[in-house]
């Protein structure tokens, strides 16, 4: 990737020399992730994205809609040393979203900007481990942004499996989590046994793929973001057909129904949950709030990303289906 590299020196800095101990620094990893409240970690030792070809074919398949950078990113996402050169092991994460209600704004994106939040607790876990790591050891959080096929080395990891909607799910938890990762150029030993990123345990179940509004997921795993919500809502640029606009059924941002009725996800997991007020939100209010009012209103939400004139429109939408 531009930046990284220079033509006539290479990379800017030499990779890590080898740890004392790879398992005893791992385990010291997962300890660490753990103590900053992930409810999953695990790592992997390796650089590259074995399952690079199926998210070929579904680039292939124009699947990813009009998220372009997917496609500009797409070689980057074979290996991680293209983000932190000489990249040999990957610590992944994983935080549990709090519990919500009902209401037309997704439950990752009701609180603090897990971008942020994420990424201050990892930035603490790299300082746990740094103390631990041999000199000349080089880091890189990673939360989200990053061109990672974050879910394939989460199951490497040992986090969990994906199920047919797509999503990561973690075993005891479910999938209302978000993930995260630590790039390393130090040689990590790994935490799991090695896992066949296929391997699912969903069984007989269909209930994610009968539940979705508009039949996005179109075979298990297999997800054709143009007809998703989360995308129409959130990255989705300009005006809705007639066809798209009808399809939110009030949603302004995102969509938990796939998530909402898997198996995996049922069963109290924390005390009743405190009120959300961003559960929901006012769409005749947003209808009217200009670009300063939003960046305002939604300053340290993950809700910016839908930019003000994305959550007018699906205001707009949200208004005339109600009348």
């Not at 938890?173 to 990590?188: N, P």
């Not at 539940?211 to 959130?234: F, G, K, N, Q």
Request: contains cysteine.
């Amino acid at each position: 990737m531009p930046g990284f590299r220079s033509r006539r020196s290479g990379p800017r800095f030499p990779a890590a020399p080898p740890p004392d101990d790879p398992v005893a620094l791992s385990r010291a990893a997962v300890r660490a992730a753990l103590d900053h409240g992930f409810v999953a970690a695990g790592v992997v030792a390796g650089s590259r994205a074995e399952g690079w070809d199926g998210y070929r074919a579904f680039l292939d398949r124009g699947h990813q809609g009009g998220m372009e950078w997917l496609v500009r990113d797409a070689e980057a996402r074979r290996t991680i040393e293209s983000i932190l050169p000489f990249a040999k092991a990957v610590l992944c994460v994983a935080r549990e979203v709090p519990p919500g209600g009902p209401g037309n704004v997704a439950r990752y994106a009701r609180g603090e900007d897990y971008h942020e939040a994420v990424r201050r607790d990892l930035k603490a876990v790299v300082a746990a481990i740094r103390r631990h790591s041999p000199p000349g050891a080089h880091f890189r959080v990673c939360v989200d942004t990053a061109p990672v096929l974050e879910r394939e080395w989460a199951v490497r990891a040992g986090l969990g499996f994906v199920g047919k909607n797509g999503m990561l799910i973690v075993p005891g938890v479910g999938s209302h989590v978000v993930l995260g990762e630590v790039l390393t150029d130090v040689a990590l030993a790994p935490t799991a046994a090695s896992v066949d990123p296929t391997w699912e345990r969903c069984g007989g179940c269909a209930a994610c793929l009968q539940a979705c509004p508009t039949r996005a997921i179109l075979a298990p795993r297999v997800v054709d973001a143009r007809l998703c919500l989360s995308y129409l809502t959130i990255e989705k640029r300009g005006p809705f057909t007639p066809e798209e606009s009808s399809w939110l059924g009030g949603r302004l941002f995102g969509c938990d129904d796939c998530q909402d009725v898997c198996p995996y996800n049922a069963g109290p997991r924390w005390s009743e949950p405190a009120p959300e007020p961003t559960a929901s939100l006012d769409p005749a209010a947003l209808a009217a709030l200009d670009d300063e009012g939003f960046a305002r209103t939604f300053a340290g939400s993950a809700i910016r990303r839908a930019t003000a004139e994305g959550l007018r429109r699906n205001a707009r939408a949200a208004l005339e289906a109600a009348r």
